[in-house]
């Protein structure tokens, strides 16, 4: 330290004495040499203090006071700065582990949209944050059946990611399309029952549509209800079907209702990051989506889910307050 000390002492005369480019420039050299050797701010200036006491005679002791002072804030400072690099470092390693989740669970979570006779299918799905808690799937069965799962995890992050998984095991487990929608409500319950922690729960809406027949059959477990649109009548239904939210309990019921599709009806299946139109504006948000359904109704599904989506983004001013999912089916 002695030999820095007697370094920048010459240095800061000669730039006293000249006040040149090439003073700064060795100055700024010598900065180099202090970063080498992990010099803390505090000790820098003590640095300067002591060579600004040895260059100039009468040292004012205010001017020494200001000094004292200094260093002491910035030995505060330095651990400051130290702890601030420390957080930033951590954060970019979760960052760089969530990116790998996040991956993850698009790879595992994926699901085709199903092309089918007779049925349109439109959907959207983009998280709040880089992962999502809600959950979209569709089971094909040889042109006889299309399910659909539209869910969604009480949570957030990685915890609402892995306990997800678990439901697009069950539904994996189950097969084929043509279960009766209470029987994979019920399985796919005691699956989240033993396999998720006890603060986790999953609502969710189960639909399968019988091509031959056009019936539409569901169940809820706890779900946002799903909206039938009856073209024949330019009318909208609200599909509610009782279910306790899975993973409450490990045995539930799960009532199950059916409809008859008629040419251009449609079934809105959404979860709640649809309907809380959060604004400055008081909303009714299910009517909102009705207007904006019925304005582009001879649409494709998937024209008229890409047309919701934006509006309501636009009522968010861009910021999703909760994930957004939507799904529509639409009669031809």
Known sequence: MKELQKQYTRILADYIEEQTERNL??????????????????????????????IIDEFPDELRYAYDFLIEVMVHYGLALSEHKSLLQQQEEIQMELQ????????????????????????ISVPARKMSGDYVHFVEDHEKYVGVVVADVVGKGIPAALCMS???????????????PSHVLEVINRIVEKSVDDTMFVSMFYGR???????????????????????????????????????????????????????????IMMTDGVTEIRTNLE??????????????????????VDCVFKELEKLQEFELSDDFTLVILKKI
């Open 166 to 180: 678990m439901v697009k095991y069950g539904m994996d487990s189950l097969e084929h399309s043509e279960s009766e």
């Open 283 to 304: 909303m009714d948000a299910i009517a909102k989506i009705t207007s904006i359904v019925s304005t582009h109704r001879n649409e494709s599904a998937q024209h008229i």
């Open 209 to 267: 549509y019988d091509v031959e027949k056009s019936i539409f059959s569901y169940g809820s477990a706890g779900h946002e209800p799903a909206l039938y649109y009856e073209a024949a009548t330019d009318t909208y239904h609200e599909l509610s079907a009782k279910g306790l939210l899975l993973g409450i309990l490990p045995e539930g019921n799960y009532q199950q209702k059916e409809i008859q599709l008629m040419e251009d009806d449609l079934v």
């Open 100 to 123: 790998v989740a996040t991956n993850i669970q698009n790879m595992i979570l994926k699901s085709t949209r199903p092309s089918i006779s007779g049925v349109d299918v439109g959907v």
């Open 25 to 54: 420039y060795i100055g700024q050299n010598f900065i180099r040499q202090l970063l080498q050797k992990n010099v803390a701010p505090e000790e820098v200036i003590h640095i300067h203090k002591s060579a600004v006491e040895e």
